[in-house]
């Protein structure tokens, strides 16, 4: 008889419109936490951190979000039902998998745009959100702490030498999905070469705060970031291919990945960048502007994750303003941007530790 803290896979219909896909572990009737993931990413990417969680006593969820994976319902059209990516829509998936299952009260931890989800529900639904950990962007609260679509910086970055551009924009535009999903190596290689340079393998990832939300300050991130304004984001990581997966993920592991944005494409994603840079996403949140995390909350990113400070005061808007209960900061050694599958070991151990003391 298989053990319940090993992952089993289920499908919960009827979540805000959609057909939940979820990896779970645990028994029911223990706590409960729910695993978010982020981008380019799935439920998967929790798989070295479900077991450890359910021994240590909790139930843990982990679902393909909206756009992503075998989740079905969402609107995979550029020109589609754009409403339903926004920050708040994004929540309310997690709060109605919570209602669903008859769950009270959850533990939330939300890795990459995963993070500012799980902050949303922690402002929409205080009473369901037991505590909250941040994992590599930092959450700022309803409203972000820089104005991201300060005017002329684009320009700015236009005018630099070379000429460079923000990738959340290029997330945004039309041709974004058809340059990865069509992309000359195929979306396995560019895969593995996009998580390679976010990753602590990749030498260049040391980073520093940066003084502020200018072209000058943001043309120092890398260029998976502020990428070179005539590349696509495959052209900007194929130079960096490391040729073999490295041990924390494996070729085995990132044809999991590739396997489902071959099928699904990435516009579904791609919209919830949509929505963060056209404004919808804070349009969302405005119920809870001037809201504070009440929950417990904790950040936790890999020691040379980027993700810490491309959004410059963000950190410190979180630690010091968003959140009422803030108890640390914790940057794991040896982890860049995916800090729970290059170091899950550790992660386990801040996420059960944060968790039993919330």
Request: hydrophobic fraction near 40%; glycine fraction near 10%.
């Amino acid at each position: 008889m298989a053990s319940s803290s090993a992952p089993r896979a289920r499908r919960v219909d009827g979540v805000n419109g959609l057909s939940l896909h979820v990896l779970e572990a645990g028994e029911p009737t223990a706590p409960c936490v729910v695993l978010l993931h982020g981008f380019p990413e799935l439920a998967y990417s929790w798989r070295k951190i479900l077991a450890p969680l359910a021994d240590a006593g909790f139930y843990v969820l982990a679902p393909d979000q909206r756009g992503y994976g075998e989740t079905t319902g969402w609107d995979p059209r550029y020109d589609g039902d754009l409403g339903s990516f926004t920050l708040a829509h994004l929540a309310n998936d997690v709060l109605s998998l919570l209602r669903k299952l008859n769950v009270g009260q959850a533990h939330l931890a939300g890795h990459d745009f995963g993070s500012p989800v799980a902050g949303a529900c922690a402002l929409l639904a205080p009473e369901k959100v037991r505590s909250v950990a941040f994992m590599s962007g930092p959450f700022g609260g309803a409203q972000p702490a820089v104005s991201r679509a300060s005017a002329g910086l684009h320009a700015q970055l236009a005018a630099l030498d070379p000429p460079r551009k923000h990738y959340q924009w290029y997330y945004s535009t039309r041709e974004a999905d058809r340059d990865m999903r069509q992309c000359p190596q195929g979306i396995h290689a560019f895969l593995r070469a996009y998580y390679h340079m976010k990753s602590a393998d990749w030498p260049g990832n040391k980073p520093f705060a940066l003084e502020g939300w200018n072209a000058e300050a943001l043309a120092r991130l890398p260029r998976y970031y502020v990428m070179d304004l005539d590349k696509t984001m495959p052209q900007t990581v194929a130079p960096q291919d490391p040729q073999s997966a490295p041990a924390w993920l494996t070729d085995e592991e990132l044809k999991v990945y590739s396997d489902a944005f071959e099928r699904t494409g990435f516009q579904g994603a791609l919209n919830w960048y949509r929505c963060s840079t056209g404004g919808q996403s804070v349009a969302s949140m405005q119920g809870a502007a001037g809201r504070r995390v009440v929950a417990p909350a904790c950040y936790i990113a890999g020691r040379a994750d980027w993700g810490i400070h491309q959004k410059p005061g963000e950190l410190e808007r979180m630690r010091d303003k968003a959140c009422a209960d803030f108890r640390g900061i914790h940057l794991v050694e040896g982890a860049g941007h995916w800090v729970q599958q290059e170091q899950p070991a550790a992660v386990a151990r801040l996420l059960i530790d944060f968790f039993r003391s919330a």
